[in-house]
């Protein structure tokens, strides 16, 4: 022996029951120290102020006041349950509390009557389990920041190349990255209109590197031009937004990632303002993505303290001042705050950002050598990377089945995606082709006339227009949408220069809507609204008719479980089904039926007077027979008299009536009562042989 003592780990007991603390202290209390808390505030209370002294929870769920799915709503609230994990403490094994109490992070449970040998070993075994785990968790966050600092690099690399041509400052990307970044966590402490996380941050700040890729397709005797841009130019100019957005969306790989996402946002939009002011789409408000608006906000605090061969910089105080006065556009309210909040910090953390680091310094190593190797002239790379981007384009065209599409009026020409040009049987550069018959056989020539007047009627202002036509594509007159965007000269007035745009089969969109429809808002199974949309649609009929009366019941099939057991889980999805089709059957038109999860479901209908003598006819009606399997339901019901219009609380209130159903008997219904924790007067039964004789 050395004569270190271990010190024993600190377990919180949350139990109403006296008794009940006392036998858990008694199995445990030699092994570990043991705090009790005879409530959920309780609770809370304790862990507010000692949260990192506890290894393991046994939580009760049925308590007067704050009950366990409260604290645990607490728990996940404040982040707590990450690192204490939660025995809950339940009567019943199979009901729907330890289902919630499973989705709000309980690791296990231990039923009462209590037995020594299973509460020690499912304390010892959680406690093992969490220990793991957070050495696990230590490892991968060191191979994950090994990862992002791979990423960083690779990111400052190509951010770099990008500043290298345009010849603006060294740190200019590092600085919107760092601003970005702290603006928006400044943003979530002040509001909670933008929910973004602390890996939303991270991934936003990440993405801004890339805000000003698409000035790699713009000459470089406009991106570097020492003097004033012409409108012509500064047209020009302004396409890098669109290029870049495109540079991001024809990635061949991973366009589904949510930081490709973002990174699209950003390069899109990054120039668009508040007030509908900017460019390329004219977004206003939170049309435009808050990842886009910080990085605006972030580039021009840069912009402005920062020296360009056409500018002197602006001092911190005096970049501030323009900004909050609206002399570089319009911002978002909250950024601004967001501005002024970190004013005094701005420069400290940008300052820090300066400094560098390994990563850094082997970045711009990597691109003097990019940029140097084999005498490649900037011009030469950019034709390779346009050429590449083309491929990519080509590619995404095939495999989405869209005909894209160019007209230009000077020269006049009509230029087609690979794809497109097949599906028409036409050359992918058609020269002059009104005029020498190469579309003749495309479609009827007064619907052509109209459409080429509906294209014409545009405005700079009002670009966009969408509209049906036929088209013959191998022999076969097919319906399209077409989507289209016409270009104007910046000369006053503008002057029509040509179109873009796309085709799409309107029937075989039409015909894949359906299927993602079906998948988004029904249950795969059951083929009734799943949770999620039948909320919805709740909601929408509870604030649009809040003077009318409605009821929202809560239905559990008892002993369903049986089902899976006795038959399998493919018997049990018949009877799934066939529930759901009792369902259909006994409910209006109007009325709103889902499935919940699992066994369970819910029913949402409009009632004007016997709301006792509807209810129980459709109860009665879910009873009965499935081959061998005999149909019993437990019921909850609230009605919007007795809770009011709120979703959730309707929702909570016909679930509690159905835990009291649960706890008495089942086969019943419950209305549901303020009192209903002490009082289930209310409740109705119904008798098997009643229900087999019906």
Same mark, same amino acid.
Request: with cysteine; net charge negative; glycine share 6%.
């Given at each position: ?14 139990? @109403? ?70 025995? &809950? ?25 209590? @037995? ?23 490892? =991968? ?36 990255? =760092? ?8 943003? =979530? ?16 700040? &990440? ?23 012409? @409108?012509?130019?500064? +047209? ?19 366009? *589904? ?41 972030? *580039? ?18 005096? +970049? ?196 993602? !429809? ?72 109007? *009325? ?56 959730? !609380? ?45």
């Amino acid at each position: 022996m050395n004569g270190v003592t271990e010190q024993k780990k600190k377990v919180l007991i949350v139990d @109403d029951s006296e008794m009940n603390r006392a036998l858990l202290v008694d199995m445990l209390g030699e092994e570990y120290e043991v705090v009790e808390a005879e409530n959920g505030m309780q609770a809370i209370e304790i862990l507010q102020k000692f949260e990192n002294e506890f290894s393991i929870m046994l939580l009760d769920i049925v308590m007067p006041g704050m009950n366990g799915f409260e604290v645990l709503k607490l728990m996940n609230q404040y982040h707590w349950i990450e690192n204490i994990p939660v025995i &809950m403490i339940s009567s019943e094994s199979g009901s729907i509390q330890v289902e919630r109490a499973y989705e709000l992070g309980v690791t296990d449970f231990i039923s009462r009557p209590f @037995d020594a040998l299973i509460v020690r070993r499912r304390v010892v075994n959680t406690i093992l389990l969490y220990a793991k785990q957070k050495k696990l968790l230590g490892l =991968v966050e060191e191979q994950i920041y090994e990862k992002q600092k791979q990423s960083n690099m690779m990111i400052d690399i190509l951010s770099h190349i990008v500043e290298f041509r345009n010849g603006e400052s060294g740190p200019h990307v590092r600085h919107i990255h =760092v601003l970005t970044e702290l603006f928006l966590r400044y943003l =979530v402490q002040i509001t909670d209109k933008y929910p973004l996380s602390r890996t939303d941050i991270n991934q936003i700040g &990440m993405a801004s590197a890339l805000h000003d890729i698409g000035k790699m397709g713009i000459p470089s005797e406009i991106v570097n031009k020492p003097g004033r841009l012409t @409108d012509e130019e500064f +047209a020009v100019m302004k396409t890098h937004s669109i290029i870049g957005a495109q540079t991001v969306e024809q990635l061949p790989y991973a366009r *589904d990632e949510e930081f490709v996402k973002i990174s699209y946002e950003i390069c899109r939009w990054h120039h668009e303002r508040y007030d509908g002011r900017g460019y390329p789409d004219g977004l206003k408000g939170d049309e435009i993505p808050i990842s886009a608006q910080a990085v605006a906000l972030a *580039d021009v605090y840069d912009a402005l303290t920062s020296e360009r061969v056409y500018k002197k910089a602006f001092s911190h105080e005096k +970049a501030i001042q323009m900004i909050v006065n609206g002399e570089c556009g319009v911002f978002n309210p909250l950024l601004l705050q967001c501005l002024v909040g970190t004013a005094d910090s701005i420069q400290e953390e940008l300052r820090k950002s300066e400094q560098g680091d390994v990563s850094q310094r082997n970045a711009r190593n990597i691109i003097e050598e990019v940029l140097n190797k084999e005498g490649m002239s900037a011009s030469e790379r950019t034709l390779q990377l346009l050429e590449h981007e083309r491929m990519k384009q080509s590619f995404f065209a095939s495999m989405s089945k869209e005909i894209q599409f160019e007209y230009t009026v000077s020269p006049p020409m009509l230029t087609l995606n690979t794809w497109g040009a097949e599906k028409l049987g036409l050359p992918e550069v058609v020269q002059d082709p009104f005029q020498d018959g190469e579309l003749s056989n495309m479609h009827e020539t007064k619907t052509g006339r109209e459409i080429s007047d509906a294209v014409r009627s545009t405005s700079p202002e009002k670009p966009i227009l969408e509209y049906d036509f036929q088209l013959n594509m191998g022999g076969e007159l097919r319906w399209v949408r077409i989507t289209s965007r016409t270009i104007w000269s910046t000369d006053e007035p503008p002057r029509y220069e040509g179109v873009i745009g796309k085709a799409v089969d309107i029937h075989e969109t039409h015909e894949q809507m359906k299927l993602l !429809e079906q998948k988004a808002f029904h249950d795969g199974l059951t083929g009734l609204f799943n949770h999620s949309y039948a909320r919805d649609r709740i909601k929408e009929r509870l604030e649009g008719r809040k003077d009318c009366k409605f009821i929202l019941a809560i239905l559990d099939m008892d002993k369903f479980k049986q089902a899976n057991d006795q038959w399998g889980h493919m018997f049990g999805d018949q009877v799934l089904i066939h529930f759901a089709e009792l369902i259909r059957k006994n409910i209006r038109g109007g *009325d709103i039926a889902a499935r919940v999860g699992g066994d369970e479901f819910l029913i949402f209908l409009e009632y004007k007077t016997d709301i006792h003598t509807l209810v129980d006819r459709i109860f009665h009606s879910l009873h009965g027979q499935y081959k061998h399997f005999s149909i019993s339901v437990s019921m909850g019901v609230a009605c919007t008299e007795e809770v009011g219009i709120d979703y959730d !609380e309707l929702f909570h209130a016909a679930d509690q009536a159905l835990y009291n159903v649960k706890q008495t008997e089942r086969g019943r219904y419950c209305f549901y009562e303020k009192n209903m924790q002490t009082d289930c007067s209310a409740i109705s039964s119904i008798e098997t042989e009643e229900t087999e004789g019906e």
